[in-house]
């Protein structure tokens, strides 16, 4: 498995603990762990496995610095790289928008040339609506510190162990 560049966005720090567990989760010595605010689109260039983590806020808006950096990605060439996705919600307070910023994500990749991996079942998490539920299922790994925190650590081995098997 080659380098992998973990990109994230992260408003009160939560999202930035996720990526540098998911980092720990590959180890340090392959997984690099990269704030959007202070990185440029071009940055995913080097790393031929990706990781995009962000967090929703206002009603189902995708975190402010993650949105700049996606709409700069859109210069950016991603092909041949394989790109799984992570994202932090809140399903109780938030049900009518559960993580809909990964879903943002998801889509606008859509019309990119890489590879999306990294989906995960909809079981074990209660909300009414979500943006990153594609046929039945997450597009990506969903994190909620805010009720299940105490899921996290094992949501992220899983995941880590699934994506181990698919990078490059
Ligand atoms: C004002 C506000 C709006 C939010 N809006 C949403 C939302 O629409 N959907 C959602 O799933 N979570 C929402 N959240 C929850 C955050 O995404 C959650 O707290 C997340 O862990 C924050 O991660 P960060 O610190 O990395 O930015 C919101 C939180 C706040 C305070």
Redesign the pocket.
Known sequence: MQNIGIF???????????AKLIQAAFGEDIASAIDVASAKSQDVEQFKNLIFG????????L?DDFEDFLSDLSNTNLEGRKVAIF?????E??SD?????VGEIYEQLGNKNCELIGGTSIEGYE?DA?RAEKDGQFVGLI????NQSEMTDERVTQWVTQLKNQFN
């Open positions: 994230y966005g992260s408003s009160t720090g939560k999202t930035e603990t996720a962000a967090s929703t806020w206002g009603i189902g808006d975190q994202g932090l919600g809140d399903q307070a938030f928008s559960f993580v809909d910023g909300y979500s994190l909620d510190e805010e």
